[in-house]
């Protein structure tokens, strides 16, 4: 399984970015798929996650109303746009495939990708 993020950088608070995440090596549309972040000194935690078929997306607290999770099945392509970027959303972002994503849970995945850089300046 091949796991690759894009979209990172540098961006002032109030601005916004688009994350993508592409895959290989497994049936896309048949897992669940999410994104994770951890910043410096801190656990990785889970951001959003939307179920195999897009029919279930789950948020944390802090980025609900401002990240949308979205996925394209044809494409083996997962999405966060994140929008009204705040510094403390600053942290390395992780493609995560294969959590769980139901009841408001965003679980431990399988695979992770490398991560992309998002850093978010005041």
């Known amino acids: 399984v091949q796991v690759v993020e894009s979209g990172g950088g540098l961006v002032q608070a109030g601005g916004s970015l688009r994350l993508s995440c592409s895959t290989s090596?497994?049936?896309?549309?048949?897992?669940?798929m999410g994104w994770f972040r951890q910043a410096p000194g801190k656990e990785r935690e889970g951001v959003s996650c939307?179920?195999?078929?897009?029919?279930?997306?789950n948020y944390r607290d802090s980025v609900k109303g401002r990240f949308t999770i979205s996925r394209d099945n044809a494409k083996n392509m997962l999405y966060l746009q994140m929008n009204s970027l705040k510094p403390e959303d600053t942290a390395m972002y992780y493609c995560?495939?294969?959590?769980?994503?139901?009841?408001?849970?965003?679980?431990?995945?399988?695979?992770w990708g490398q991560g992309t850089q998002v850093t978010v300046s005041s």
């Open positions: 995560a495939v294969g959590g769980a994503c139901y009841d408001g849970r965003i679980g431990v995945p399988g695979y």
């Open positions: 090596g497994l049936t896309f549309d048949d897992v669940n």
């Open positions: 939307v179920n195999w078929r897009g029919a279930i997306t």
